[in-house]
């Protein structure tokens, strides 16, 4: 068997990883107490059955299997296809992805990991959520990304994309955690985005190459998305969201979860806010996160953010402090004594810029909020 393994060194490890019938915890239980896979294959049912979760059943049919059990892929595969594999016991493996029971053992990656010391924050949310939640999740991951923060999401339509798009526009690091093979673009419509974070960060997974997503990967994939970061930020999500499971799997490998608050008469709200009723904590604009993570920020990173704003006017500070708490109809505007013309200038040049946006029935609201002088 050492003959085998020797041939190349990510054999054992695709050996390992094909073995799916022993779940996730199981097989990374096996590199925390043996630390390689060829270690694991020489255990005993002795060894094995002295590690919690083992029974009789389970080890008799590891013990068999391990000397005849094939990779989950060949590694040429992953040469041909471009794919790193990146084990557990790798630098580029997500230091803190290791702390959670059931780590992958291993990741297939395109794209690069090796971040440093930047904390990575999950933002997540409704694939069917508003432009309002999507305008949130994109200025969120810009800021986020600029301050320092690895942006991770799932590269799903709706708040994913939004939230990899703002980190992708901030020209920092984001990293898509997919539920298929690296080398499988879902969905389709993902294609360009999808190229653009492999310029800047990784696409990843523990599914090999050329495998298909199917319903049930989606909430397996989702531990690797919270498990791998400080925090994880629900911006829009109803009730039954897969949000949730992933909020859910942060509060329970004791990260925390931060959540956006809507309305109470909105669907895309109702899965926010039991997240608050819960305990999760209120933010509403991304400064709240990078003060209560700033031992892990460079120090410049809250001192940038704290200077975004001087390219405004008084003025137009004036107007964004009273777009940013709600959505401000343009005849109420008029009414707090706006001249018509003036104001309509304002408006078109903030639009443009990307401080506001223009909702329905000629309302505007501030993307973020700006310190006025007084």
Known sequence: MADAFSADRRLPWLKLASMNWLGATLAAGLIKEFETPQRAFRATKGDLLAIKGWDIRRAERF???AARVEPVCPP????????????????DYPALLREIPDSPVALFVRGRLDFGSAPAIAIVGARNGTQMGYDIARDFGC????????VVSGLALGIDTYAHRGALEADGHTVAVLANGPDVVYPRGNLKIRD???KKGAVISEYAPGTIARPWFFPVRNRIISG???????????????????ARLAGEQNREIFAIPG??????????????????????DPDEIIRYYSALLPDKAFEAEKNQDDDLTDEEKKLLSQLASEAVSLDRLLENGWQRERLFSLLLQLEMRDYVIKLTGSTYQARKKVNEKR
């Open 228 to 246: 791998m970061c400080v925090a994880t930020l629900v911006v829009e999500a109803s009730a039954r969201s897969g949000s949730l499971i992933t």
């Open 63 to 65: 013990v068999a299997e």
């Open 263 to 284: 309305s109470i008469k909105s669907s895309t709200s109702e899965g926010t806010l039991s997240l608050l009723q819960e305990g999760g904590i209120m933010v509403t």
């Open 196 to 198: 653009a974070i492999l």
């Open 143 to 150: 800021r986020l990304a600029r301050a320092g923060f690895v």
């Open 76 to 91: 040429e595969v992953l040469d041909r296809k471009d794919v790193r594999l990146v084990t557990f016991n790798d630098e």
